[in-house]
T-cell receptor
Framework: EPEVTQTPSHQVTQMGQEVILRCVPI?????FYWYRQILGQKVEFLVS????????KSEIFDDQFSVERPDGSNFTLKIRSTKLEDSAMYFC?????????????FGSGTRLTVV | QKEVEQNSGPLSVPEGAIASLNCTYS??????FFWYRQYSGKSPELIMF????GDKEDGRFTAQLNKASQYVSLLIRDSQPSDSATYLC????????????FGKGTKLSVIP
């Protein structure tokens, strides 16, 4: 079964540092997403990405966040200057064309801890 | 503000019983509805999706949608201890948007 792969599984960083979370979506998928889940809270949408540009972003996705697809396989989320409140599980997800109504596949997540 | 509401539980059912999980949503224009299962510390795993009124069955799972009441439910028949997890309801509003709005989830505990 195809998988969405995320690295690292756990990242600890100091407040104010930059972090890059990496994702390898399913190979024939064209739509990519980042979500986050603060411990005990809802899964929240951050951003969607299609055709090398952002399709939608939430209020959470401010100027400190950016996404990039640097090559044909990776999809990254960068947080420029981390804050304590950025501590959360970050999930990458992808879906293919024609699967609009079928939901999408989440990666196993990166637990980000900002200290 | 689009909201998806779920009873947080915990919902406890004995092994072999039917578990019934409910979800309401605020955006009347929502088009697609999803149930995800999330084990503690893990990522959400898609169980079922539904987008037409009525019932949709897949194995032990049945999703039910009533758009007039803005209500979607998930029934799990013959519940097993391995079904113990948090069940997340997610809604897509369509209209060119691809993001999902999640509920906070219902924690299900199946007692052997």
């Amino acid at each position: 079964e195809p998988e969405v792969t995320q690295t690292p599984s756990h990242q600890v960083t100091q407040m104010g540092q930059e972090v890059i979370l990496r994702c390898v979506p399913i190979s024939n998928h064209l739509y990519f997403y980042w979500y986050r889940q603060i411990l005990g809270q809802k899964v929240e949408f951050l951003v969607s990405f299609y055709n090398n540009e952002i399709s939608e972003k939430s209020e959470i996705f401010d100027d400190q966040f950016s996404v990039e697809r640097p090559d044909g396989s990776n999809f990254t989320l960068k947080i420029r200057s981390t804050k304590l409140e950025d501590s959360a599980m970050y999930f990458c997800a992808s879906r293919g064309t024609g699967e609009y109504n079928y939901g999408y596949t989440f990666g196993s997540g990166t637990r980000l801890t900002v200290v | 503000q689009k909201e998806v509401e779920q009873n947080s539980g915990p919902l406890s059912v004995p092994e072999g019983a039917i578990a019934s999980l409910n979800c309401t949503y605020s955006d009347r224009g929502s088009q697609s509805f999803f149930w995800y299962r999330q084990y503690s510390g893990k990522s959400p795993e898609l169980i079922m999706f539904i987008y037409s009124n009525g019932d949709k069955e897949d194995g032990r799972f049945t999703a039910q949608l009533n758009k007039a009441s803005q209500y979607v439910s998930l029934l799990i028949r013959d519940s097993q201890p391995s079904d113990s997890a948090t069940y997340l309801c997610a809604v897509n509003s369509g209209a060119g948007s691809y993001q999902l709005t999640f509920g906070k989830g219902t924690k299900l505990s199946v007692i052997p």
